[in-house]
Antibody, heavy 119, light 113 residues
Framework: EVQLVESGGDLVKPGGALRLSCTAS????????MNWVRQAPGKGLEWVGH??????????DYAAPVKGRFTISRDDSKNTLWLQMNSLKSEDTAVYYC??????????WGQGTLVTVSS | DIVMTQSPDSLAVSLGERATINCESS????????????LAWYQQKPGQPPKLLIY???TRESGVPDRFSGSGSGTDFTLVISSLQAEDVALYYC?????????FGGGTKVEIK
C-alpha cells in the first residue's frame, strides 16, 4: 500500500523560508511522477510543481507564482521528496500536499501539511 | 495548460436520488498509446485531504462505494452518485494528470435537498 507522509509545515514570517518533506512507502519516489499541490484556506486545488522520474531526467517544473522561489528535490536514499520554499509570501499560506502517480495505480495523496505565512 | 471546467458549481439532491457532475477538459486527456484517460475524481470534506474516488476516468478506487461511477473519454467526463447518501455531502473535484501542469476543476458542492 502506498503511503505519503508530509511534514515540515509551520508558521513563518513573510520573507522567510521553510522546507517540507514527503516520505513515501510502497513506492520509490525515483520512479513515480511526484507533484506538490496546495490548497489555500477556502480555495481550490493548485499545482505547485513537479519532478520527473529519474528515467525522464529528473527535471522540475513550477507554477508561475512559485517559480524562482520554490525548489523540488528528491533524496533517493531516504525515499523522500522535498519542497524548499524561500521568500515566502502571505499568499503561500495553504495546506501542501505531496502526490504521486505510478501507473497502473491512480494518483496517491498525502494528508497534507499546513504552511502559514504571517507576521 | 489544460483547463478543467466543472459543472454545476453546486447541486442539491434528495437523499436516494442521483447526482451528476460534469467535467470538460480544454484538450483531450486520452493517451493514445495505452487508451487511458488521465482523469481522476476526488471527494473532499472540510478539514480533510481530497479522497480519490475514480481514476483513469472510470476505475473505482478500492473501498469506494459502487454508487460512485465515472464515465467519459477525450474531453468530456461525468461523475455519477447513483443514490445520494448523507455522507456524500462534500466538494467534488476532477483532475487531469495527462500533462504538466496537472490541473483541477473548480469544484462542485453537493448538498442534500
Amino acid at each position: 500500500e502506498v503511503q505519503l507522509v508530509e511534514s515540515g509545515g509551520d508558521l513563518v514570517k513573510p520573507g522567510g523560508a521553510l522546507r517540507l518533506s514527503c516520505t513515501a512507502s510502497g513506492l520509490t519516489v525515483t520512479n513515480a511522477w511526484m507533484n506538490w499541490v496546495r490548497q489555500a484556506p477556502g480555495k481550490g486545488l493548485e499545482w505547485v510543481g513537479h519532478i520527473r522520474t529519474k528515467i525522464d531526467g529528473g527535471t522540475t517544473d513550477y507554477a508561475a507564482p512559485v517559480k524562482g522561489r520554490f525548489t523540488i528535490s528528491r533524496d533517493d536514499s531516504k525515499n523522500t521528496l522535498w519542497l524548499q520554499m524561500n521568500s515566502l509570501k502571505s499568499e503561500d499560506t495553504a495546506v501542501y500536499y505531496c502526490t504521486a502517480l505510478l501507473p497502473p495505480q491512480g494518483p496517491r495523496w498525502g494528508q497534507g501539511t499546513l504552511v502559514t505565512v504571517s507576521s | 495548460d489544460i483547463v478543467m471546467t466543472q459543472s454545476p458549481d453546486s447541486l442539491a439532491v434528495s437523499l436516494g436520488e442521483r447526482a451528476t457532475i460534469n467535467c470538460e477538459s480544454s484538450q483531450s486527456v486520452l493517451y493514445s498509446s495505452n487508451n487511458k484517460n488521465y482523469l481522476a475524481w476526488y471527494q473532499q470534506k472540510p478539514g480533510q485531504p481530497p479522497k480519490l474516488l475514480i481514476y483513469w476516468a472510470s476505475t473505482r478506487e478500492s473501498g469506494v462505494p459502487d454508487r460512485f461511477s465515472g464515465s467519459g473519454s477525450g474531453t468530456d467526463f461525468t461523475l455519477v452518485i447513483s443514490s445520494l447518501q448523507a455522507e456524500d455531502v462534500a466538494l467534488y473535484y476532477c483532475q487531469q494528470y495527462y500533462s504538466i501542469p496537472v490541473t483541477f476543476g473548480g469544484g462542485t458542492k453537493v448538498e442534500i435537498k
